[in-house]
């Protein structure tokens, strides 16, 4: 007989029942202007949930809720305050002191006195700034202040880092502070929510940026859930009506997704207590696999808390449209293209070319599907369980599950999200990759302090490269700009080759884990970028 | 004739209780007619069988999951379980899976693991009841009883290997979400120990554990924890006595044994392993003597032209004054890295090993007393071992990595470019 099982531990120390279990933590790390925005809408929005008072469910549950959110998000001072479970870093002073005074003026809950972190400098929008400079400068400084919020924590599950892929701050630090969260706290889970810059942002730089940013954290991150501007853009201007949209409407509706997700449902065992360590299930769920790491969020319905009194949902309709927006790739409840249906499983007809699946269709690796609302058990999930929507190489059970809770979110009645590991982002990287690769190639237009950004950045990843595995040294004679140039074609080749394999998936290719560069290949790129016939030369 | 009789019926009497103590030392055992009718091979004592040998091969815990699953299932476990721990019968596992079959098989087998070590200790070990806090997994209770594999897929068809990389993902997973949980048990265990500081009535241990502060807690909980031990005695005693009077039933065995082989000879063409309890040291050195020898034999082989080549090649160099230096350096290495090799291959003649459970104590002072062990001297045990087996490791990848080196040399026209950090 073991006594001394988790739970007894738990509440001999707790001194709550075992039905109230807590939930483990999870660390935010706020990074640069948008990341230090968006979390405050954030652990705004996840507090206004947790105290809302519909609920729609029994007192005693709602308290369970509460209690969960609470304690993952959240922790207790002495005047009663909750404080955020965060730490904001940014190279500019102005947004994290509008952040800190923004939390103060509610009321209602509030930032850690010394859980920030910024300097004068700024970044520049330059990766390479983020990443190699304030990076190691300002290391040892992040680093104890996101220890000490860690040892505020009982259990740790993992961090959130909060980053836009397009600036100098959010996407350089970022990715360094990943990797230092990987060394030093190899146990614990790491997410980054990634904000992805609007396709004709006004960032120069930002393709580098984002290709950089998604090379490194593919390494040390676990998971990367991918916030889109554009989509939720779209969100805001079709769906919530709003005339002027300002990046507070944006990042609330972000808010909104993040908390849809991440609030309390059920553990599995059907036994109604709240799930201890969501970000765990999600990443057993859907990123187990080490190339096929990046995720999107889809939520419905997407209109605003104001119209919700003239509507009323089922779960069928509500999840009808999640399906189809799954499968035909659309942002929005609205607009969805129904005629995009799955490969049908059949024999072709006669005389017609062999069943081949619509080019629209999205095909997806793994899906997670959480509700909340009233009659959640009721709602019926079949229709994600269908194999045609997932690749040949996983069956739909172990590619889909389910996440319920009877308590609403917000004054949402009934509501449903989806986050999904598929090629919903194939497009949007094809576009980013494609761009980087033209300005690369070009090199007309720099100017100086961008030519210096390329410089650095180009050094930088021609270092990664140098350091990799000692049985890639077969290139050892090549020097250095050319090793930079495979560098680049790595780079988008390895995001290629996953679209790649995420498109071509129902022909069961199998994935080989490294790549084969044909050396006449590239010796004909670079002549016909003429690296060959010249150096380039950077003078300081 | 009446002493004949006299000593039959007294053997008569003896095995019953033998058996009766046997079954009542093995957790959930069967009743001494089960064993009988196994025997004869009657189909009725084959699903007890089935369900004994899976409680007591499986690994700590996880018989609540394994009594969930189909017969089939639970057959498969077994069979794993002991072909693993190298049993030699074909004959349980050449047949198809069928839970009301081979009930003599199965008795085999399971007096084949008792006979081959302390099984019956190890099985006691693991279900004692704990009164203090015990480490979270020490490293010489899991190599104890190695486990079964679980509920595994089984493919007639090659797997795609995404599918291979996406579950070994998820036990990466779960592994991480193992050492969490254990840190934060550990985080929980010191809080508890500090909250309970001046509680114990034994002053050399001085504050409470989980069990002892569940109990002052509730009430109700000091009455299971005295049924556990009081079933725990019992086990105990049946134990001791099935060690006095264990003989007799491997007499009975090797009737057994003899029923099978007269039944099918042709199956048992392997020699089978049941030895008697006395013999059992003996047979075992001289083959582990034998295996010795041979290996050292192959490697003088293997080293005698090595060295000679190497002579030839180095010819006269080294030897001279100059040389002096070079040399104690390379002595010096070479003593080294042969004192690092035989540290890893000693498993547990480390007088620090715990050789059993130890219960943790939190104390201001520095003395653990005779039976105590410090955590750091055991934190600096298991440190020596992590990194000899991290040494291991490297090796291991290193081989790989030359390997795919020599691969990929294989093909002159190519360039591989590896992906970082797995």
């Known amino acids: 007989?073991?006594?001394?099982?988790?739970?007894?531990?738990?509440?001999?120390?707790?001194?709550?029942?075992?039905?109230?279990?807590?939930?483990?933590?999870?660390?935010?790390?706020?990074?640069?202007?948008?990341?230090?925005?968006?979390?405050?809408?954030?652990?705004?929005?996840?507090?206004?949930?947790?105290?809302?008072?519909?609920?729609?469910?029994?007192?005693?549950?709602?308290?369970?809720?509460?209690?969960?959110?609470?304690?993952?998000?959240?922790?207790?001072?002495?005047?009663?305050?909750?404080?955020?479970?965060?730490?904001?870093?940014?190279?500019e002073?102005?947004?994290?002191?509008?952040?800190?005074?923004?939390?103060?003026?509610?009321?209602?809950w509030t930032y850690g006195q010394h859980a920030c972190f910024?300097?004068?400098?700024?970044?520049?929008?330059?990766?390479?700034?983020?990443?190699?400079?304030?990076?190691?400068?300002?290391?040892?400084?992040?680093?104890?202040?996101?220890?000490?919020?860690?040892?505020?924590?009982?259990?740790?599950?993992?961090?959130?880092?909060?980053?836009?892929?397009?600036?100098?701050?959010?996407?350089?630090?970022?990715?360094?502070?990943?990797?230092?969260?990987?060394?030093?706290?190899?146990?614990?889970?790491?997410?980054?929510?990634?904000?992805?810059?609007?396709?004709?942002?006004?960032?120069?730089?930002?393709?580098?940026?984002?290709?950089?940013?998604?090379?490194?954290?593919?390494?040390?991150?676990?998971?990367?859930?991918?916030?889109?501007?554009?989509?939720?853009?779209?969100?805001?201007?079709?769906?919530?009506?709003?005339?002027?949209?300002?990046?507070?409407?944006?990042?609330?509706?972000?808010?909104?997704?993040?908390?849809?997700?991440?609030?309390?449902?059920?553990?599995?065992?059907?036994?109604?207590h709240y799930r201890r360590n969501p970000l765990g299930d999600l990443m057993e769920h859907l990123v187990p696999h080490p190339e096929f790491k990046m995720l999107s969020v889809r939520n419905i319905p997407q209109m605003s808390e104001n119209s919700l009194a003239y509507s009323t949902f089922t779960w069928a309709g509500l999840l009808k449209h999640l399906r189809q927006m799954l499968i035909s790739s659309a942002k929005m409840e609205e607009g969805i293209d129904w005629q995009v249906q799955p490969p049908s499983s059949g024999l072709p007809p006669l005389g017609k070319m062999s069943a081949h699946k619509d080019p629209h269709f999205n095909t997806s690796i793994a899906n997670l599907v959480i509700l909340r609302g009233k009659d959640v058990q009721s709602a019926n999930v079949e229709g994600f369980k269908d194999p045609a929507l997932y690749t040949s190489w996983l069956e739909p059970l172990h590619a889909f599950s389910t996440w319920k809770t009877q308590r609403a979110f917000g004054k949402y009645e009934k509501s449903a999200a989806l986050v999904s590991n598929s090629q919903l982002l194939?497009?949007?990287?094809?576009?980013?990759?494609?761009?980087?690769?033209?300005?690369?190639?070009?090199?007309?237009?720099?100017?100086?302090?961008?030519?210096?950004?390329?410089?650095?950045?180009?050094?930088?990843?021609?270092?990664?490269?140098?350091?990799?595995?000692?049985?890639?040294?077969c290139i050892p004679a090549i020097p250095l700009l050319t090793t930079m140039f495979i560098t680049l074609e790595y780079l988008s080749s390895v995001l290629f080759s996953n679209m790649l394999h995420m498109s071509l998936s129902h022909c069961s290719l199998p994935m080989s884990p490294h790549l084969a560069v044909h050396p006449s290949f590239v010796l004909h790129l670079l002549t016909k970028y003429g690296f060959l016939s010249r150096h380039v030369i950077f003078d300081d | 004739m009446g002493r004949r009789r006299h000593r039959v019926e007294g053997v008569a009497r003896a095995l019953p209780e033998a058996i009766a103590a046997l079954s009542r030392s093995l957790p959930a055992g069967p009743s001494p007619e089960i064993f009988r009718r196994a025997k004869f091979d009657r189909p009725e004592a084959a699903p007890v069988l089935w369900q004994l040998l899976l409680r007591v091969l499986s690994p700590l815990g996880a018989n609540d999951t394994l009594t969930d699953l189909a017969p089939e299932a639970q057959a498969r476990v077994?069979?794993?379980?002991?072909?693993?721990?190298?049993?030699?019968?074909?004959?349980?596992?050449?047949?198809?899976?069928?839970?009301?079959?081979?009930?003599?098989?199965?008795?085999?087998?399971?007096?084949?693991?008792?006979?081959?070590?302390?099984?019956?200790?190890?099985?006691?070990?693991q279900t004692r009841v704990q009164l203090g806090d015990q480490l979270p997994q020490c490293e010489y209770e899991a190599l104890a009883i190695p486990?079964?594999?679980?509920?595994?897929?089984?493919?007639?068809?090659?797997?795609?290997?995404?599918?291979?990389?996406?579950?070994?993902?998820?036990?990466?997973?779960?592994?991480?979400?193992?050492?969490?949980?254990?840190?934060?048990?550990?985080?929980?265990?010191?809080?508890?120990?500090?909250?309970?500081?001046?509680?114990?009535?034994?002053?050399?241990?001085?504050?409470?554990?989980?069990?002892e502060t569940e109990m002052l807690r509730d009430p109700e909980s000091s009455q299971q924890l005295l049924q556990a031990l009081e079933s725990e005695n019992v086990r105990l005693g049946a134990a001791l006595e099935w060690r006095q009077c264990e003989l007799v039933f491997w007499q009975w065995m090797d009737t057994v044994l003899d029923a099978c082989l007269s039944e099918s000879p042709a199956v048992t063409s392997q020699p089978t392993v049941l030895p008697m309890v006395s013999e059992h040291g003996c047979g075992e050195l001289e083959l582990v003597k034998q295996e010795l020898q041979a290996l050292q034999e192959e490697l003088r082989e293997v080293a005698e032209p090595r060295r000679a080549a190497w002579e030839a090649q180095v010819g006269g160099l080294g030897q001279g004054p100059e040389w002096s230096t070079t040399r104690r350096a390379l002595q010096e290495a070479v003593r080294q890295e042969l004192a690092a090799l035989q540290g890893s291959w000693e498993p547990s003649s480390d007088p620090t090993q715990p050789q059993r459970p130890h219960r943790l104590v939190r104390r201001k002072d520095e003395s653990p007393g005779p039976q105590g062990l410090q955590a750091a001297e055991m934190i600096r045990t298991l440190s020596t071992q992590e990194a000899g087996l991290k040494k291991a490791l490297h090796q291991l990848q290193s081989q790989c990595q030359q390997e795919l080196a020599r691969l990929a040399g294989a093909l002159p026209g190519l360039i591989w470019i590896m992906v970082p950090g797995h």
Not at chain 1, 14 to 27: A, D, E, K, N, Y
Not at chain 1, 38 to 59: P, T
Not at chain 1, 75 to 85: D, F, L, M
Request: aromatic residues 8%; charged residues 20%; glycine residues 8%.
């Open chain 1, 1 to 91: 007989m073991r006594i001394n099982s988790f739970s007894v531990i738990h509440s001999l120390v707790f001194s709550t029942g075992p039905s109230l279990w807590l939930g483990m933590s999870i660390v935010t790390v706020q990074l640069g202007q948008c990341g230090n925005q968006i979390g405050f809408e954030v652990f705004d929005a996840l507090f206004r949930d947790s105290h809302c008072s519909q609920g729609l469910c029994s007192k005693r549950e709602n308290e369970a809720y509460q209690a969960s959110c609470k304690e993952r998000f959240f922790r207790e001072e002495e005047n009663g305050v909750p404080v955020a479970r965060a730490v904001l870093v940014d190279m």
């Open chain 1, 93 to 108: 002073p102005k947004v994290i002191n509008q952040t800190l005074s923004r939390a103060a003026r509610s009321g209602r």
């Open chain 1, 118 to 272: 910024c300097q004068r400098q700024g970044s520049g929008n330059n990766w390479a700034y983020g990443y190699s400079v304030h990076g190691p400068k300002h290391e040892e400084s992040i680093m104890n202040l996101i220890q000490k919020e860690v040892e505020k924590c009982d259990s740790l599950s993992g961090f959130f880092i909060i980053m836009s892929m397009a600036g100098g701050t959010g996407s350089g630090l970022g990715a360094f502070v990943t990797q230092k969260l990987q060394d030093q706290y190899p146990s614990s889970l790491k997410m980054n929510q990634i904000i992805w810059p609007y396709g004709t942002g006004e960032v120069i730089l930002q393709n580098y940026n984002s290709i950089l940013t998604l090379s490194h954290l593919y390494r040390s991150s676990d998971a990367l859930l991918i916030h889109e501007n554009d989509a939720v853009h779209k969100i805001c201007a079709r769906r919530m009506n709003i005339k002027q949209i300002s990046f507070r409407d944006l990042n609330q509706v972000l808010a909104h997704q993040l908390g849809s997700v991440f609030q309390p449902t059920y553990s599995e065992d059907g036994s109604f």
């Open chain 1, 426 to 473: 194939v497009k949007p990287l094809d576009v980013i990759v494609g761009k980087a690769w033209n300005m690369f190639a070009s090199k007309t237009q720099f100017q100086k302090e961008e030519q210096m950004g390329v410089l650095a950045w180009a050094l930088d990843v021609a270092m990664s490269l140098l350091a990799w595995d000692n049985s890639a040294a």
């Open chain 2, 78 to 125: 077994v069979k794993s379980a002991l072909d693993s721990q190298g049993y030699p019968r074909s004959a349980l596992v050449q047949f198809p899976e069928g839970s009301s079959q081979r009930s003599r098989e199965l008795l085999l087998a399971l007096s084949w693991l008792l006979a081959r070590g302390p099984f019956l200790e190890q099985l006691l070990a």
């Open chain 2, 147 to 211: 486990g079964p594999l679980g509920p595994h897929v089984e493919t007639e068809s090659p797997m795609d290997l995404r599918l291979v990389e996406w579950l070994m993902g998820k036990l990466r997973f779960r592994w991480r979400r193992l050492i969490s949980s254990q840190q934060e048990q550990c985080t929980l265990l010191s809080k508890i120990h500090l909250y309970t500081r001046g509680c114990h009535s034994q002053k050399n241990l001085d504050h409470l554990s989980v069990a």
